[in-house]
T-cell receptor, first 112, second 112 residues
Framework: GESVGLHLPTLSVQEGDNSIINCAYS??????FIWYKQESGKGPQFIID?????DKRQGQRVTVLLNKTVKHLSLQIAATQPGDSAVYFC???????????FGGGTRVLVKP | DADVTQTPRNRITKTGKRIMLECSQT?????MYWYRQDPGLGLRLIYY???????NKGEISDGYSVSRQAQAKFSLSLESAIPNQTALYFC???????????FGSGTRLTVV
């Protein structure tokens, strides 16, 4: 596959453990946040989103937490599986219109 | 068939050549985007279009142009390709009702 993010921070996690991926955002006016997963050779895929009027949102095995005070977003993956190995990106919508700004990404490696 | 289709998937071109990357979608979305992905830099917005008559520059539009031929088609052109335009290029779509993007599978462009 292509070299997506040769210099990305990497999180190594044992299969079955929980993963936490962090993201700091810069714009206090951002009103919408998304986490994407990108597997090798594929485009980013939507995982979960959260609006700025919420602190927490849960999906299937994933939870997103938003701390607006410190402008911090996290993605928690429960019972991490080999199929969760990928690069994860946070993105924010900075105000009027719909233009997402993406973070640099975190690579997650799941060890068997 | 994929909801968002990009062609070609891979392309090698010479410096100074004109090249067009194409994107078509079957989502019925009115908004389309072109992003560029470089290792360690996440995705950066090149151009976006909120409808057929609306074209806007993103953060890195220099050296690129776009054409929104129809609601379902949005093409990206490099008028005179240069080596630092070597990257992965992604097309994405979204709707007014949902800010989450749907991405294509990407085009790997190499300029030699």
């Amino acid at each position: 596959g292509e070299s997506v993010g040769l210099h990305l921070p990497t999180l190594s996690v044992q299969e079955g453990d929980n993963s936490i991926i962090n993201c700091a955002y810069s714009n206090s006016a951002s009103d919408y946040f998304i986490w994407y997963k990108q597997e090798s050779g594929k485009g980013p895929q939507f995982i979960i989103d959260i609006r700025s009027n919420m602190d927490k949102r849960q999906g299937q095995r994933v939870t997103v937490l938003l701390n607006k005070t410190v402008k911090h977003l996290s993605l928690q993956i429960a019972a991490t599986q080999p199929g969760d190995s990928a690069v994860y990106f946070c993105a924010e919508n900075r105000g009027a219109g719909n233009k997402l700004t993406f973070g640099g990404g975190t690579r997650v490696l799941v060890k068997p | 068939d994929a909801d968002v289709t990009q062609t070609p998937r891979n392309r090698i071109t010479k410096t100074g050549k004109r090249i067009m990357l194409e994107c078509s979608q079957t989502k019925g979305h009115d908004r389309m985007y072109w992003y560029r992905q470089d290792p360690g830099l996440g995705l950066r917005l090149i151009y976006y279009s909120f409808d057929v008559k609306d074209i806007n520059k993103g953060e890195i539009s220099d050296g690129y142009s776009v054409s929104r031929q129809a609601q379902a088609k949005f093409s990206l052109s490099l008028e005179s390709a240069i080596p630092n335009q070597t990257a992965l290029y992604f097309c994405a779509t979204s709707s007014r009702a949902n800010y989450g993007y749907t991405f294509g599978s990407g085009t790997r462009l190499t300029v030699v």
